[in-house]
């Protein structure tokens, strides 16, 4: 068990700065997801904690030690790989034991460990196969129980989940959870899936252009997104979001510009009616996507296109649909994209003039 | 389907068919029906032998020395070029100016003609005037006779056939170690696997196609070697470098021995065909795949 702790970092390929100047602390014992789209710089911060990448700035502490310049085998980090790089030419045995053996312990423990682990991930009756002789599901198992076997400080998972189909993915999500809550150990996972990293993670990361936009909890993303990346990238269809130039009803009191109002797909209520005060906005409705237990539909408003999400409601049929979003649901952003607080949002009077 | 229809995929892979047939096939039937006669080229008539070319063949003194000239010749050859063109590949195995330059450097030969390098060697090796001896002596050693003493001509061929050979090689080796993914040695190296172990477990075991596929390839070709020979040596000194098909061209075209050159040329055809017969065995069997 471990803390990392990343200070200052900075990485850069030749003339181009993939990081510059990151600052973070992975909580021992975590489930930290780094997450955000691709190019971010989440898998090189990965890698740079696994000492796969040199770090151009800065400092990484794994258990209050510097890291610096200590191998990747000598970190006690264990990592699996997206393309589970197993070791095609040795059994699931050998693919495992391979570490074990590489620092030295006896054929027995060996043994031993391997046939704890294989009993663990489920692989017992197939250590003496070869991974091409394995399904995708299978070959995921022996990257996990290769990285398990040395009984490392740190796990890291570069995308793991991501060659498997669907179905297989979200059991490995299950049981990736129910690994660490066994082994205590700390995950620092990689993906660029915002569902994944809400399901798995207890500490999220979201990054976007090397830099860090909120590192939270999945909870405080949702409610309290810090800008507005946060708040369209996570959320399933994402945030809408609206010029405040376009909308109109609707008077911001606030001491900065409020350039852009969001609001999440769930909190709008169709045909509310009047007894509901909140944002009023109404379009014509482009597509409904009904999933049994949840309905989306894509709305286009004169001040833009937004989705509506209900649940456990009947389909609505009529090709125009008006919504309601209680004010408090709805969320304030500045031009540089920040989250401003304390705004008091009010119904626009016709014979007011000011606001927005 | 029109009568053209079903003709057409024969009628496309006809001319390749008459060639292929006219230029390998009928030769090597002719050569085996050949290697029962005793025919000098000229004479009208054949006499049929039997076996009785393989017999004399066998029994003499000159075609066993020239089959174990060629083996050696072949072991030295395909050893020394496969471990040495693993090693550069190894190390050119990265980007950079110097080793691109080395990689195009090490591989020109490939792309020279045979006759070239055989006399660009002939003159290398001379004994009085060439390069080598001039170096050697720079190092206080006693001048080499090369290409002529018995002892020391063969290996000299070697060295032309691995100094040729070496780039083609490399640059198969290189191919095949860029066909391993880096994550590979990634994980190897949070597994704490030192660069030995690495070459050992990983990096051997993943290029033994590669490394099968060459020993074979220079096999076959070194068990063919004319060109060297017949600029370089001619056989000699005393037989020391009469390796098999300059063997068959002496017997055939300069003693007119035909049926006794066809008799050479159908061992040196079982020889070759017995080793391309282990290499796809071998190839489906042994050898790792992914």
Redesign the interface.
Known sequence: MATIELINISKKYKDETIIADLNLTIKDGSFTVLVGPSGCGKSTTLRMIAGLEQITGGEIRIDGKRVNETAPGHRDVAMVFQNYALYPTMTVRGNIEFGLKNRGIAKRERDTLVADIAEIVGLAPLLDRKPQQLSGGQRQRVALARAMVKKPKVFILDEPLSNLDAKLRNQMRTELIQLHKRLGTTFVYVTHDQVEAMSMGDEIVVMNKGLIQQADSPMNLYYDPANLFTAQFIGTPAMNVLDTRDVSGLMLQSESTVSHIGFRPERAQIEAGQQLDGFRISGEVMTRESLGAENIYQIKAASGVFFVKTFLEPLYEAPALSVVVPYEQLYCFGPDGKRLAGVKVQERQLAMAGGV | MTVWEKLRPYGMVAPSIVIFSMFFIYPIFYMIYLSFYDWNFISPTKTFVGLQNFKDLLLDEDFRKVLSNTTVYTLLTVTLTTVLSLLLALWLNRKGFFHAFVQGAIFSPHIISLVSISLLWSWLMDPEYGLLNWVIGLFGFDKLQWLSHPGTALVSLVIVAVWKGLGYNTLVFIAGLQSI?S??F?????????PW?TFR??IL??L?PTIFFLVIINMIGSFQVFETIAIMTQGGPVNSTNTLVYYIYENGFRFFKIGYASAAGVILLAIVGALTIIYFRLLSSRV?Y?
Request: charged letters at 30%; glycine letters at 0%; zero cysteines.
């Open positions: 993914p994550d590979i990634e994980a190897a190296a949070l597994d704490q696997s030192k172990t477990r990983i075991p993943m033994s790792h992914r």
